[in-house]
């Protein structure tokens, strides 16, 4: 089994996820308390997918995210670096475009999506600002961006408890439900360092997205942000 470190080497990540694949959603649901749901349909939501529009949807893992876009009528392509979860998603949905591909480097031409849209994936990719120039480049002018991660709960009494949560609670239950459950350590480990909501937003605006915004859900846990390529 494979544990990345906080250094997120990408072999090691994809790795670490190719040990998850085959469980990844229902450990998803179980460790969120089944507020998973809830934030992709945030995400549809802010996405506002239309048919004929080509949505970007990256670190698509098994392509659950991806299937709001789908029904609104969008051509969506699953983008993940990691083999394991896109053989998953390619045995659950045959007909979508999975694509192997670094969020570093991705395999698409520049201005090709109306929209672009990473969930819980961007904290994973070892440059995040290399990650968020890619998604620029291959968004096409008035073209927008909506990135779900974790962040930082706005109330300090809850944020306590989250953090206890997260480095107590989560892994003794991830070792219930996960193949892999030293993979869920790094998870823990990878939401603490990550930056706050108004971090995150300024090295949006340091790629070149403007009207950056963010909105938070669930008291913070999650922040969804978004942007628009000029």
């Known amino acids: 089994m494979t544990r990345a470190s ?3 080497q990408p072999h090691e990540v994809a790795s670490m996820f190719d040990d998850v694949a085959a469980n990844y959603d229902l450990t998803n649901d179980v460790l969120s308390l089944g507020q998973a749901r809830l934030w992709r349909k945030e995400v549809a939501r802010a996405v506002d997918a239309r048919p004929a529009q080509k949505i970007l949807d990256l670190a698509a ?3 659950t995210s991806s299937q709001p876009f789908a029904r609104a009528g969008a051509y969506v392509v699953p983008c993940d670096f990691s083999l394991g979860m896109l053989r998953v998603g390619k045995r659950r949905h045959p007909w979508m475009p999975f694509t192997a591909g670094d969020g570093m480097r991705l395999p698409f031409k520049d201005e090709t999506f109306d929209a672009v849209t990473i969930s819980f994936g ?3 990719i070892q440059d995040t600002a290399a990650a968020l120039g890619e998604l620029y480049r291959v968004t096409k002018s008035g ?3 909506v990135i779900c991660e974790f962040s ?3 109330w300090a009494p809850f944020r306590t408890v989250y953090t206890e949560y997260l480095m107590r609670a989560l ?3 991830a070792r219930a439900v996960s193949s892999n459950p030293d993979a869920y350590v790094y998870l823990a480990e990878s939401i603490r360092a990550w930056p706050d909501q108004a971090g995150l937003a300024a090295l949006l605006q340091k790629a070149g997205w403007s009207d950056v915004a963010w ?3 669930t008291g913070g846990v999650v922040a969804l942000h978004r942007g628009v390529r000029d």
């Open 215 to 217: 909105r938070n859900l």
């Open 143 to 145: 073209g927008r961006v």
């Open 6 to 8: 906080l250094d997120k």
């Open 122 to 124: 961007l904290r994973n």
């Open 152 to 154: 930082q709960p706005t």
């Open 61 to 63: 893992g098994t392509a």
């Open 171 to 173: 892994p003794p239950v």
